[in-house]
């Protein structure tokens, strides 16, 4: 049974060229333009969905530990695994035993089966709850054992999808598939096709979705050849699909993980999505790809009239790549302010690779004793199961322009944490309301005298409350008080929030905020950690008085640090040179936390580390020219990278002219280096 996704090494300079066409500069001067207007993929957030998990006594056809163990007729063990994560159980139905040691806290460790209906729908509610608008269920080759299985997966999927509200389309891939090209047609025209009858089957611009993962993917499990690639994308526009291609992440460059000579087969995608997973595991690689890879892509496609469907993840969690969170906000911010036209989060339920957003283990306590499998709060801050969850509803929001574009992470690690230091964000703030009954102002309610309140007017509900924070802030709590010695009465009441005091988006849906005098008057709700200066109450309803009424509102804010990504390095000119070495000086870079060196990178490997602006390196050879890019460390540190150009580099006769960033070293030089990079499919 072929198993995709694994790991590979490939030869990379990761981040290490720029698009041929532009410069960076220039791609920002034009930002690109939807292809496409918004529909089930674009401008939404698409979670890949493996469901392929299996447990004996499920009533699966294909018997056993499915994805759970290496030997599928054994029961799951640390010597027979095939996952580095463990689920958080607590709201499964059903589950099956494993022959794992018991949980930190002494309950035996069960499992999920994908083949169970409730485990499918559990995992659709979570999408609705947390916003994942759409899922790409994984089909790989369905002629072997797994096909029965895989077909039956699809039907509960649908059910799943049209219970919750939610989308879903097939997203192929080829991986082991060697009689691809007629098989996946059969699958389609005889299977798969009629469930673009429902009404939760993904649609672009009027047309189902289909996605194909794996062409022109340098691997020996995918030796497809241009031709029939081209022949299988243009069968399924025939079919009125709308075709996204799934490809490798140097697709536009035709090196690394991807096959030279399939660059017409990329652009006759309606959508690309370049695959990320493993290319990188630091903050500073993730921006490196931002500046060298994807806005090159993003204009690649925008030229062309593809959409552009990038790749996030929340990093592995047994690599300790997610930095409690950070490392998938900064890929998420990364590819909004680019201007990407959707966002495809790897992976939704992916266990095996660690880079799953699907509810997790939060500490030892409910992991296996023992079994060396980390848990969310693996570097020292507790994470609730749901975090990424939460970060994923954060970066949908942002994405769709109801969350500033921000930098900093509005998501918090634990839900309903303390308030920050600034205490109450609310208090003495200018309010406003939409109407008010004689002197109960709209002040009242954030003012130190907790009898005093606001009152609206008679009339017909709803009435609204509203507070200027004076900034923005990731809210993530709110404290309701009535005076204390008034009677019991409940107020159905939505949350709302806004960056600008005009464009208000719902933070919590209606619901009855139950004021009693036994509690004091007081309702505390955790919301949902979002990025807002103004916050609107909107009442719908009052059991106690005909209007809204509110003696005290308090906000609490999530904290957290900005760390915006660093300027470039600029301006890299070449001072002094031998037939061996060469002399770099630069324009220093900005960074609001300190910028606390450089780095000057042959290829991959780091050839001088530096705290000022110059360096000299030595034990160089045949390097045409040098380019300049700039990222930064954890801790603030910048790389300069130099790039090799061979032939036909910039300066060459009937080409282009320098770039701005690059230099002429003549017939300079350097060792050929080059960094391995891990990735997985």
């Not at 039907?155 to 219970?163: F, G, P």
């Not at 996204?244 to 690309?272: C, K, M, N, Q």
């Not at 769709?400 to 930098?407: D, E, F, H, R, V």
């Not at 949902?528 to 009424?549: C, E, V």
Request: with cysteine; aromatic share 10%; charged share 15%.
């Amino acid at each position: 049974m072929a198993v995709s996704r694994r790991r590979f090494v490939t030869s990379v300079l990761a981040g290490s060229a720029l698009a041929a066409t532009s410069s960076a500069t220039e791609f920002f001067a034009s930002p690109a333009q939807a292809a496409s207007p918004p529909g089930d993929v674009v401008g939404k957030v698409t979670v890949g969905y493996q469901g392929w998990f299996s447990a004996p006594g499920d009533s699966a056809p294909i018997g056993g530990w499915w994805h759970w163990s290496r030997d599928r007729f054994q029961p799951p063990s640390p010597a027979n695994t095939t996952i580095v994560s463990w689920p958080d159980m607590r709201e499964y139905t059903r589950s099956y035993p494993t022959a794992y040691p018991n949980l930190g806290n002494g309950s035996p460790a069960s499992l999920f089966s994908s083949y169970d209906q409730q485990t499918v729908d559990t995992h659709f509610r979570w999408m609705q709850e947390y916003g994942c608008d759409t899922a790409a269920l994984q089909r790989f080759n369905p002629t072997g054992d797994e096909g029965p299985t895989r077909d039956a997966m699809t039907l509960k999927v649908r059910a799943a999808a049209e219970r919750y509200n939610r989308k879903f389309y097939i997203m192929y891939d080829v991986t082991d598939w060697l009689t691809m090209q007629s098989d996946i047609k059969t699958d389609w025209t005889t299977k798969m096709s009629t469930h673009t009858a429902s009404s939760a089957y993904a649609r672009q611009n009027g047309k189902p979705v289909v996605c194909i993962w794996g062409f022109g993917f340098s691997e020996s499990s995918r030796p497809f050849a241009p031709g029939p690639c081209l022949d299988v994308i243009n069968w399924f526009k025939a079919q009125g699909c709308y075709v996204i291609g799934g490809v490798p992440t140097w697709w536009r460059l035709g090196r690394e993980d991807s096959r030279p000579g399939f660059l017409d087969v990329y652009h006759a995608f309606h959508a690309i999505s370049p695959w990320m997973v493993y290319r990188t595991d630091t903050l500073e690689g993730l921006d490196s790809y931002y500046n060298n890879v994807n806005i090159g892509d993003l204009a690649d496609c925008a030229a062309r009239g593809i959409d552009y469907l990038p790749c996030v993840m929340p990093g592995d969690l047994a690599g300790g790549h997610r930095r409690h969170g950070d490392f998938y906000w900064r890929h998420i911010y990364n590819m909004v302010r680019l201007g990407s036209q959707g966002l495809y989060v790897s992976m939704f339920d992916e266990y095996n690779e660690g880079n799953q957003i699907a509810k997790t283990s939060e500490t030892q306590a409910t992991t296996p004793a023992g079994a060396n499998i980390r848990a969310l709060d693996e570097d020292g801050v507790a994470c609730s199961s749901d975090y990424y969850l939460r970060i994923t509803a954060d970066g949908g929001r942002m994405l769709k322009g109801q969350l500033a574009l921000t930098a900093v992470r509005p998501t918090s690690p634990m839900v309903g944490t303390s308030p920050p230091a600034t205490g109450n964000l609310a208090a003495g703030k200018s309010t406003s309301a939409s109407s008010q009954n004689g002197s109960f102002a709209a002040s009242n309610a954030v003012d130190s005298d907790a009898g005093s309140y606001w009152e609206s007017s008679g009339g017909a509900f709803p009435h609204w409350w509203q507070v200027d924070l004076g900034a923005s802030h990731p809210v993530n709590k709110l404290v309701l008080r009535l005076p204390a010695g008034w009677g019991a009465r409940t107020q159905t009441i939505t949350v709302q929030g806004s960056v600008d005091g005009s464009s208000f988006s719902t933070i919590a849906g209606a619901s009855a905020f139950a004021f009693d005098p036994a509690t004091g008057n007081t309702v505390t709700r955790t919301l949902t950690t979002t990025t807002a200066r103004h916050i609107r109450l909107s009442i719908a309803g009052n059991t106690g008085w005909a209007a809204g009424q509110l003696s005290q509102v308090e906000v609490y804010a999530a904290s957290g640090t900005t760390d915006n990504p660093p300027t470039a390095p600029s301006g890299l000119t070449v001072t002094g040179k031998t037939s061996s070495s060469v002399s770099l000086a630069w324009a220093a870079s900005t960074d609001d936390n300190g910028v606390t060196g450089y780095q000057v990178r042959q290829g991959g490997a780091v050839a001088a580390t530096v705290t000022g602006t110059t360096a000299t390196v030595s034990g160089v050879e045949r390097v045409h020219r040098v380019h300049l890019h700039g990222h930064r460390t954890r801790r603030g540190r910048q790389h300069l990278r130099r790039v090799r150009r061979g032939h036909g580099h910039h300066g060459r006769p009937g080409q282009r002219g320098p770039r701005p960033g690059s230099v002429d070293l003549g017939e300079q030089s350097r060792p050929e280096l080059r960094v391995g990079e891990r990735g997985r499919r």
